[in-house]
């Protein structure tokens, strides 16, 4: 399983745009890129899903260059709400994947 | 709808007690996973139902954790003889294999052993 490197921390400002960004050198052929967010006492919830290029729902952007070795989460003009740890993982599409978690980014939104 | 839910929330246990957590999954969803969480970590996998059938037990620290899911629904993990390194939070995680990796997580019941 790819094993993925993130910032330990990151703090930013009510209303910025906020970049994290995940290495996965040894990411798959057959990989999927996900990304989690957890809140104190939550369980991880998941955000975004990607292969490749660039994936956008409401909450957030996936940009994934074209060798796939690394992958940005990007969430526009963050709230207080979003201070939480986001995780980045790599693995197979759906069904069962063990879903390795790493120790996350912790991001700090201030006023 | 209502998502995954735990209990209890919290636990005490006194060393050498044994535990049972209980897992609710969101209805109709196949795969269950469970996840040991220790404090400032991501959470860590410990074993994964398909229905009723453990696929793979390959997280469990030792013999002492054992988890089932006999009906392919509720699941319950058991530690037995507990120790103070087992204090962790337990995630519980369903999904509907729809080929996707949103797992819905519940929130957890954080074991504290003294």
């Known amino acids: 399983l790819a094993k993925t490197t993130q910032p330990i921390s990151m703090d930013s400002y009510e209303g910025q745009e906020v970049n994290i960004t995940c290495s996965h050198n040894?990411?798959?052929?057959?990989?999927?890129i996900t990304w989690y967010q957890q809140f104190p006492s939550q369980g991880p919830r998941f955000i975004i899903q990607?292969?490749?290029t660039k994936v956008t729902n409401e909450v957030a952007s996936l940009f994934i260059p074209a060798d796939r070795k690394s992958s940005t989460l990007s969430l526009p003009r963050v709230s207080l709400s979003d201070t939480a740890v986001y995780y980045c993982l790599v693995g197979g599409p759906g069904g069962y994947n063990k879903l390795i978690f790493g120790a996350g980014t912790r991001l700090a939104v201030h006023p | 709808g209502a998502g995954v839910s735990q209990s209890p929330r919290y636990k005490v246990a006194k060393r050498g007690q044994d535990v049972a957590l209980r897992c609710d999954p969101i209805s109709g969803h196949v795969s269950l996973f469970w996840y040991q969480q220790a404090l400032g970590q991501g959470p860590e996998f410990l074993t994964y139902?398909?229905?009723?059938?453990?696929?793979?037990k390959s997280g469990l620290p030792s013999d002492r954790f054992f988890a089932e899911r006999p009906e392919g629904s509720v699941s319950t993990l058991k530690i037995q003889r507990t120790q103070q390194e087992d204090s962790a939070v337990y995630l519980c995680a369903s999904s509907d294999d729809a080929g996707t990796d949103n797992r819905y997580f519940g929130p957890g019941t954080r074991l504290t052993v003294t």
């Open positions: 040894n990411i798959a052929t057959n990989d999927y």
């Open positions: 139902f398909q229905n009723e059938a453990q696929l793979d």
């Open positions: 990607g292969y490749k």
